[in-house]
C-alpha cells in the first residue's frame, strides 16, 4: 500500500515507516502533526504538510509550508546558496 501510495506522487519516492512509538517520536523530532481520521469503512491521515531542506552537513535549514508561493520557496533557497 505505501509504495503504491508513494509512487503517486514519483516513482523513485521511497516510503518509511515504523512501530507506533517510533512514528510518534520522529513526529515529535519533527515538530509534526498526525492523526488518523474515520472515513466509512476506511480512513484518511491528516497531518502537517512540509518539506525540508538540510544542508550538505545534514542539519535542517528549512521547513517549507506547502501553501507557500513557489516564488517565497525560490527566495529561502537562494539565500542558503548565496549568504550576504
Same mark, same amino acid.
Given at each position: 500500500?505505501?509504495?503504491?501510495?508513494?509512487? &503517486?506522487? =514519483?516513482?523513485?519516492?521511497?516510503?518509511? !515507516?515504523?512501530?507506533?512509538?517510533? %512514528?510518534?517520536?520522529?513526529?515529535? =523530532?519533527? $515538530?509534526?502533526?498526525?492523526?488518523?481520521?474515520?472515513?466509512?469503512?476506511?480512513? %484518511?491521515?491528516?497531518?502537517?504538510?512540509?518539506?525540508?531542506?538540510? =544542508?550538505?552537513?545534514? $542539519?535542517? *535549514?528549512?521547513?517549507? *509550508?506547502?501553501?507557500?508561493? &513557489?516564488? =517565497? !520557496?525560490?527566495?529561502?533557497?537562494? $539565500?542558503?546558496?548565496?549568504?550576504?
Amino acid at each position: 500500500m505505501l509504495k503504491a501510495y508513494t509512487a &503517486a506522487f =514519483d516513482p523513485s519516492f521511497i516510503g518509511l !515507516y515504523g512501530d507506533l512509538e517510533r %512514528t510518534a517520536q520522529i513526529a515529535k =523530532d519533527f $515538530k509534526v502533526y498526525y492523526k488518523k481520521m474515520p472515513t466509512g469503512s476506511s480512513y %484518511t491521515m491528516d497531518h502537517t504538510s512540509l518539506s525540508y531542506v538540510y =544542508d550538505p552537513l545534514g $542539519k535542517l *535549514r528549512l521547513a517549507l *509550508r506547502h501553501e507557500q508561493p &513557489a516564488q =517565497d !520557496y525560490a527566495d529561502d533557497i537562494r $539565500k542558503l546558496l548565496n549568504p550576504a
